[in-house]
């Protein structure tokens, strides 16, 4: 009886996991256009961040009138909150994905990122409450990136990887300048209008055309295995950071480097408009000049520096541009020198592909996922530190602009404009300064990385944590799916 009893049931359990392969795979819902595909992830990726880009000047505008007092404060809180909110969820979307696909998370990512864009004219407050809570779930690239990840071989994830992040530059490429064009022509709101359609279609493409990429490597104890704290805990892989000096090194690196360049995105083109007399268009224009070179750079430029003067030298040369950027926005007080600067800021943008290039080399081929994940906790945290860091020294330095008239506005009786104030100022950029500091510490920290190692970071109770927590069928480790992950807020 026992021993029927437990035949019996090993069968009708063996039956309902079948029954739930072939639900996910052929079943009840559409499961896309043709086969899982790299492109399905850049049309994602696109659609998304194109919609945002359309409201580059419509947000700068509503920011300061949202908040004319301490704005630069307040947006470095709002992108501080959202980036921790993100840093903090980013594992456990990521291991739970693991289990129940990336479709779901896509739509699930993109649908909550998405969802403030129609606020902006409704209600501003809670347009910047919402954007704030939105981090969340503001990991589409990290979702993105495991989809990669389901669908491609070890050798070709590195070009699909520069695919997708090429793809998020060039959508910002013409979208600030259409968003500054209809909002000049028409009003802000047929900009929020058209960008709330373009996320729409985003989400649409989700459910119609995206398919389920998981399912190939589905393995039956995925279903109803129970998600671990320890898979889940955001700090899981910086706590392995010391483990190997080398590892170290590059943490401590890509952590004083990444620091000022979160500040600065979230900062950056607000003081373009309101402090350097940037007018919308130019704004626009400015972010379309350093996406093309942007692109060129960790494209063209990249592949012959990498070829020419090896990993480590590649990683040195992007820092000294980024130092070299930072001082001359910091000290700038002309806009052709934030024009000469933003060309300077693209061939920096090298700096974080030589990184993982250097650490998926030397890395063992079992520990690629664990290492990745480290730099991917690291950029995390400081895309939550980096703007609320920025938006404190801006204030404690009282760059202000609640006491200024707006650029495009008529100087008012008391004859002091925002960039006239800005010439006389020896710092006009105090934070840009201070993250110029910390990329030089950057650069010396990095001179000690060797170009060849190999990185022992998985230690014996590692392997045993991995062990425990992943299923026997499993062609890989829990952390090898999310290895490198972008963060969203990078716009």
């Known amino acids: 009886m026992t021993q029927g009893g437990k035949k019996k049931k090993r069968a009708v359990n063996r039956s309902i996991m079948l029954a739930k392969k072939i639900i996910i795979k052929d079943g009840g819902?559409?499961?896309?256009?043709?086969?899982?595909?790299?492109?399905?992830?850049?049309?994602?990726?696109?659609?998304?961040?194109?919609?945002?880009?359309?409201?580059?000047?419509?947000?700068?505008?509503?920011?300061?009138?949202?908040?004319?007092?301490?704005?630069?404060?307040?947006?470095g809180l709002i992108q501080g909150v959202k980036g921790l909110l993100s840093f903090l969820s980013a594992p456990l979307i990521g291991a739970l994905s693991d289990v129940w696909g990336r479709k779901s998370f896509l739509l699930l990512t993109v649908f909550f990122t998405c969802a403030p864009i129609p606020l902006m004219k409704i209600s501003p407050w809670w347009y910047f409450a919402v954007i704030s809570v939105s981090?969340?779930?503001?990991v589409t690239f990290s979702v993105v990136f495991a989809y990669v990840a389901d669908i491609t071989q070890e050798h070709e994830r590195s070009m699909a990887y520069g695919l997708v992040s090429a793809t998020f530059a060039a959508s910002l490429v013409t979208s600030p300048a259409i968003g500054a064009y209809l909002g000049r022509v028409y009003g802000d709101s047929l900009v929020v209008v058209l960008a709330t359609a373009i996320a729409l279609l985003d989400i649409c493409f989700i459910l119609v055309a995206v398919p389920e990429s998981l399912p190939e490597k589905m393995r039956p104890a995925s279903w109803g295995a129970p998600i671990s704290?320890?898979?889940?805990?955001?700090?899981?892989?910086l706590k392995k950071v010391g483990q190997d000096s080398i590892v170290l090194l590059i943490c401590i690196t890509v952590f004083l480097s990444y620091l000022p360049e979160a500040g600065q995105y979230s900062s950056f083109f607000l003081y373009l408009r309101q402090i350097m007399g940037f007018s919308s268009e130019s704004v626009a224009a400015f972010i379309a000049v350093l996406g093309i070179l942007s692109i060129i750079a960790q494209t063209i430029v990249l592949s012959l520096l990498m070829r020419s003067i090896g990993n480590k030298n590649t990683i040195l040369l992007g820092l000294g541009f980024q130092i070299l950027q930072l001082a001359w926005y910091g000290f700038?007080?002309?806009?052709?020198?934030?024009?000469?600067?933003?060309?300077?800021?693209?061939?920096?943008s090298i700096?974080?592909?030589?990184?993982?290039?250097?650490?998926?080399?030397?890395?063992?081929a079992d520990q690629q996922g664990v290492v990745q994940g480290m730099i991917t906790g690291i950029r995390g945290l400081c895309n939550g530190l980096g703007p609320a860091l920025y938006g404190f020294i801006f204030y404690i330095f009282h760059v202000e602009l609640n006491e200024l008239p707006m650029?495009?506005?008529?100087?008012?009786?008391?004859?002091?404009t925002?960039?006239?104030?800005?010439?006389?100022?020896?710092?006009?950029?105090p934070p840009f300064l201070f993250g110029a500091c910390s990329?030089?510490?950057?650069?010396?920290?990095?001179?000690?990385?060797?170009?060849?190692?190999?990185?022992?970071?998985?230690?014996?109770?590692?392997?045993?944590?991995?062990?425990?927590?992943s299923h026997p069928h499993s062609p890989q480790a829990p952390g090898e799916a999310k290895e490198p992950l972008l963060q969203d807020t990078n716009v």
């Open 29 to 75: 819902t559409p499961q896309g256009i043709g086969s899982p595909s790299v492109y399905h992830a850049v049309i994602v990726i696109f659609l998304e961040f194109f919609a945002w880009g359309l409201l580059t000047a419509p947000t700068l505008v509503v920011l300061h009138e949202t908040f004319p007092k301490h704005t630069f404060l307040m947006n």
């Open 135 to 138: 981090g969340v779930f503001a």
């Open 229 to 237: 704290w320890e898979q889940a805990d955001p700090f899981a892989s």
């Open 332 to 348: 700038g007080s002309e806009p052709w020198m934030m024009w000469a600067a933003g060309a300077v800021a693209a061939m920096s």
């Open 351 to 364: 700096t974080f592909p030589a990184v993982s290039a250097l650490v998926s080399r030397t890395a063992d």
């Open 407 to 416: 650029p495009e506005s008529p100087s008012g009786g008391s004859g002091v």
């Open 418 to 429: 925002q960039h006239h104030l800005q010439q006389n100022s020896i710092i006009p950029g």
């Open 439 to 469: 990329v030089l510490l950057a650069l010396l920290v990095a001179l000690f990385i060797p170009e060849h190692t190999n990185l022992t970071v998985r230690s014996s109770n590692w392997k045993k944590h991995c062990g425990s927590h």
